[in-house]
């Protein structure tokens, strides 16, 4: 686990934070539907209208992590480049659970390696998987978590 790591609730202004790392993490092999600016302006719009639903992982005054979680729907947990394999994604994920303790879910790609590893470790499991029906023509794999019982 890394020091001085923080979990909270996004701030006005760290839409900008999170555009630059959702754009540095982006996969090479990804189609990517929108330019750079526009996807700065799309996580200006959303991030200020759900800051509930938002939160940053940030050490020190860097942000190096963020998550949306709208009710058990986990999307966008996302680790700056650098950052990643330290435990700040596991932290995001358990302060998920914590906030959905019932069920989670969540959409990868089947090409992500790396994510399935992460969330199969933690519990998830493979329930849906799709022949690109998103914006980046990508196929998916919808991954489900409950506690175990």
């Known amino acids: 686990m ?3 790591l923080e979990i909270r ?14 754009l540095a993490a982006r996969l090479p092999y990804v189609h990517r539907p929108h330019t750079d600016d526009e996807t700065r302006d799309y996580f200006g719009r959303v991030v200020g209208d759900r800051p509930s639903a938002w939160w940053v992982a940030r050490i020190g005054d860097e942000i190096v ?3 949306l979680i709208d009710g058990e729907n986990l999307d966008h947990l ?8 330290r435990g700040i994604g596991l932290s995001l994920l358990n ?5 959905s303790p019932r069920r989670l879910e969540l959409w ?3 090409r992500n390696a790396n994510a399935r ?3 199969e470790a933690h519990g ?3 329930v849906e998987y799709t022949d690109g029906r998103n914006e980046e023509n990508e196929p998916d794999v919808k991954y489900e978590w409950a506690p175990a019982r």
């Open 2 to 4: 890394v020091e001085g």
């Open 78 to 85: 996302c680790v700056r480049p650098g950052w990643q394999r």
């Open 95 to 99: 302060r998920a659970k914590a906030l």
């Open 9 to 22: 609730e996004e701030e006005p202004g760290d839409a900008s934070d999170i555009a630059e790392i959702h």
């Open 124 to 126: 998830f499991r493979g």
């Open 65 to 67: 992590g963020y998550m």
């Open 117 to 119: 590893a992460f969330y």
């Open 108 to 110: 990868t790609f089947q």
